[in-house]
């Protein structure tokens, strides 16, 4: 790729490596803003009924589910490296994003949820190298500071997005904030376009017999079985949380969209404090930290509807969430044979997202059945269970 050429050094240039990563994530946390909550929130002021929106969105979102499908090419072709990727499956999103900037989901609905779809792929494909190349660079030494620093990019993506496209939408029309979703991405793919990556000198491999060969072990079956049910209660949580807002607590767009940009204040530290502990403790022990109080915190939201507490019990909770973030994927990287970080590492993460989208993308039919309040405590019961199942999790498998 052009431009100036940066040495890539762990040892010498680790600031650049923990940037780099927070840059490369910085592109999820404007999906994570756009397509749960503020997409969400579009639809509703186009008096589309919850359980259609949360399908649409679910099925928005059904990319980061199966990505390992095309994350393969990945580790199929390790010898071009993983930048590339990077810049490709970012490029798609940026194309498919801006070309949503044209199409009103209230004449052109299918084609909607269609341009959404394969916006989505492009940024999985960016995800699913950005990934590759963090398991690549790390060790389980710094693995969690360095998930630290990608989800502190992810949640600034959040943040900053939540803002600038929510006061888009609000000043201009809820289309521009695709336009802007596009154009923040595009400009996110400089550094890396600029950054000389350490291409390991390896053949391109056979990845399902060494994906196969892992998935025999022990700790994988188990963390097939933990993972999607470690993040359902997140999924219901964040997809509830923005149409409980719209609906219940009566914002608008902009407030929704400045509420959730504030979070990012206690998101931030999440990440960081959830990275150096997984580092310092063990990353079970940091997961077991986190979920706990963040199940009793949500069953408190239902105590009241005045705004003020509602924001601050959301504050807490993302504080939780975000640090439990960091401990997970930390933990799944740990259990990624890295010659095939890319498929292995989007296999967990997306089943990571199969239970998170999943479960977000009945909670429409959950409020419409059951109402609000039990949308909450569903959201907060559903995190302890899969704590059990995490106890019997042992990884030894890879020294890396």
Known sequence: MGGKKISFDLEKRGYLKYLLFANLYFPEGISNILVPVLIPVYLVSLDFPVEIITVVVGFGLIPWIIKFLWSGIIDIFISKGRKFFVIIGGLIAVFCLISLFFISPLTLLIPFIIILFLSQIGQTLLDSAADAWGID???????????????????????????????????????????????????????????????????????????????????????????????????????????????????????????????????????????????????????????????????????????????????????????????????????????????????????????????????GSIIAILGYNYMFILSGLVLLPPLIILHFIKINNIDN
């Not at 923005?242 to 407030?255: D, R």
């Not at 504030?262 to 990275?275: D, E, N, Q, W, Y």
């Not at 095939?340 to 993460?349: H, K």
């Open 137 to 363: 660079v790390s060790t389980k030494e710094n693995r969690g500071k360095l998930n630290g620093a990608m989800k502190l990019g992810m949640v600034l993506g959040s943040g900053i997005g939540a803002i600038v496209l929510a006061s888009f939408a609000e000043f201009f029309g809820n289309n521009y904030m695709f336009l802007i979703a596009g154009l923040i991405i595009l400009l996110n793919l400089i550094l890396p376009t600029v950054i000389r990556e350490t291409v390991k000198k390896t053949k391109d491999q056979k990845v399902t017999k060494l994906l196969l060969i892992e998935l025999k072990k022990r700790y994988a079956k188990l963390l097939l079985f933990y993972i999607p049910l470690a993040t359902m209660g997140s999924g219901i949580f964040a997809f509830g949380i923005p149409i409980f807002a719209s609906n219940i607590l009566n914002l608008s767009t902009g407030e929704i969209g400045l509420i959730a940009g504030l979070g990012t204040i206690f998101a931030i530290p999440g990440s960081i404090v959830g990275g150096i502990i997984s580092d310092k403790l063990e990353r079970k022990k940091s997961i077991f930290i986190f979920i706990v109080p963040t199940a009793f915190l949500i069953f408190l939201v239902i105590l009241s509807n005045n705004i003020a507490y509602v924001i601050f019990l959301y504050s807490i909770i993302i504080f939780l969430f975000s640090g439990f973030a960091a401990s997970l994927h930390s933990f799944n990287m740990d259990a990624t044979n890295p010659k095939i970080g890319g498929t292995q590492f989007s296999l967990y993460n997306g089943l990571a997202n199969l239970g998170y989208i999943g479960a977000g993308t009945i909670t």
